[in-house]
């Protein structure tokens, strides 16, 4: 898959491509919506969904999803991430998306903070 610029999204569109589009048209609307829908929890759920559900294709752009979760969204947690890689970290197929991402989460969601 071709590296593009992010693009808006609504969750209108969002669920139009899920219906009806195939897995590279959801693979860049999961990309577009970790980067221009700023509601988390429906982020997650959509991101959790796509773990459990999709392909390669669909799989590893939605763990560059959490990427970009964990970079932009102030509510983004890092145990609420780190959980959602647990559904893909023991398959060999993602481990290096899995140790990118890990790394993402660490850089922009430090376990510990000082004040």
Known sequence: MKFRPTEPITKSQFQSILNNGDSVAIAHAIIDAAN?????????????????????????????????????????TRDDLLRLLKIVEEDARYCEYVENVRDDIDMFLPEHVEH
């Open 36 to 76: 221009h829908i700023h509601d988390y929890q429906w982020l997650m759920d959509q991101v959790r969904y796509l773990l459990e559900t999709g392909d390669d294709v669909v799989v590893n752009c939605s763990l560059l999803a959490l990427a970009d979760i964990a970079r932009l969204e102030k509510q983004a």
